[in-house]
Structures are given as C-alpha cells and as structure tokens.
C-alpha cells in the first residue's frame, strides 16, 4: 500500500540559519496530490503547501518543496527559519483511488534563538 | 471560507464509557468526511471515511462497533467512541473535503481531546 516516510523525527535549529525535512513516499498510484501540514501545539494540522505536478516548486509562508517522482520525495525547506517556526510537520499523500490521506510519522522542528 | 468545527474540543470520560463528538462543515458541503485518531507519540490513524449516500468504510482495527458514526447531511458528522478505555485516550480529527480529485483540500477541524480516567 500507499506510505509516507519521514526520517527525521527530530531537528533542532538555530533561528536564522535553513533548514530541511525529508519527505519520501511509495505509491502504486499515478495521479497522487502531496501535502505539507503543520501542526502547533495543542492545535489541530494545518495545510501549509501542496502539490501534485512533478519538479514544480511550490511556495507558502517563506516554505517551499517541489515535488520530485524520479527520486519519490517531497522536501520541504526554508531558507531562513523563525522561532514562530517551531511545530510539529507532517508529510502526506493522496491519490485520486482514494481519498485517504497517508500521513508520515511527522518531524518536530525546534528553533533555537 | 471553508471551516471545520468540531466539539467538544476537550472531553474526561470515565473508563467503560461513551463519548460523542461532532464535526461541522461550515462554507463547503462536506461530501466525504474522514475521522483520525492522534494517539500519544503516534501519528495519525485513519478510523473511517463516511461519504453521504453510501457506506461507510472503517479501517482495520476500527470497527463501527466501537466507533459508530453518522453522517446525514452535507455539513454534519459524528462519531460515538463506546466503552472508552485508556487505549482510546488522543485527539480525534475531523477532515472534510467537498468533491473528488488527489488535490482537493481536506480541511481538519481543531480536534476533540478525549482523556479517559
């Protein structure tokens, strides 16, 4: 079946400086949607990018990931992060055979001041 | 815009007991409605999808036994969590979407907290 792999379960990094979260998938379906979501504290995940088409960049509050089918990844990156940055990230999958959504086990970013 | 409320946000239930928590789709028609669980540590796990006019499907080792769910309109859903123990102990997710397609959005209401004591 369909899945979403996160290898990081925890990065820390220091305000300022860039950062990426790893996002690779598997997927026997070809018309598949990938989402970004964030998720703060004690609140519910929050959409943050999305995409579908293959080596297009997609931008959203200063993050961006361009999705990648020859190497089945979806990074996201941030040149320059913010303590604001701070939460918890989720990588996910869709295909059009069903709408579930595949979640990965999500990374918690920690800005450090 | 679209949003999702879902109530109540935080919730204590006794051990052997039932809660119910609701999901209301405001701005869209909520065609298919979807309900996660996020366990402590864990990631989330798809309970059920519940598209109106047709059956609802559950995931494995969720049952509609343990988690009957409603869905009768296109702007309401809820779920029943039956005989509460601790293992059933996370916060709830109510995600809508309003038609098909991989790239239509699923909008997540905030969440019911369940705690069981």
């Known amino acids: 079946g369909d899945s979403v792999t996160q290898t990081e379960g925890l990065v820390t990094v220091t305000e300022g400086l860039p950062v990426m979260l790893n996002c690779t998938y598997q997927?026997?379906?070809?018309?598949?949607?990938f989402f970004w979501y964030v998720q703060y504290l004690n609140e519910a995940p929050k959409l943050l990018l999305r995409?579908?088409?293959?080596?297009k960049r997609t931008e959203h509050q200063g993050f961006h990931a361009t999705l990648h089918k020859s190497s089945s990844s979806f990074h996201l990156q941030k040149s320059s992060v913010q303590l604001s940055d701070s939460a918890l990230y989720y990588c996910?999958?869709?295909?059009?055979?069903?709408?579930?959504?595949?979640f990965g086990s999500g990374t918690q970013l920690t800005v450090m001041p | 815009g679209a949003l999702v409320y879902q109530y109540p946000r935080r919730t204590i239930c006794k051990s052997g007991t039932s809660m119910r928590m609701e999901c209301q789709a405001v701005?869209?028609?909520?065609?298919?409605v979807a309900w996660y669980r996020q366990s402590p540590q864990k990631t989330f796990e798809l309970i059920a999808l519940?598209?109106?006019?047709?059956?609802?499907?559950?995931e494995q080792n969720f049952t509609q036994e343990k988690f009957p769910i409603s869905h009768p309109n296109l702007s309401f859903s809820s779920m029943t969590v039956l005989n509460a123990y601790l293992e059933d102990r996370g916060l709830y997710l109510c995600?809508?979407?309003?038609?098909?397609?991989?790239?239509?959005?699923?909008?997540f209401g905030k969440g019911t907290r369940l705690t069981v004591v």
């Open positions: 996910a999958l869709r295909s059009s055979g069903s709408w579930q959504l595949i």
């Open positions: 997927t026997a379906y070809s018309d598949v949607a």
């Open positions: 995409s579908s088409t293959d080596n």
């Open positions: 701005g869209f028609q909520a065609t298919s």
């Open positions: 519940s598209t109106v006019n047709s059956a609802i499907k559950y």
């Open positions: 995600g809508a979407r309003d038609r098909q397609g991989a790239g239509t959005e699923v909008f």
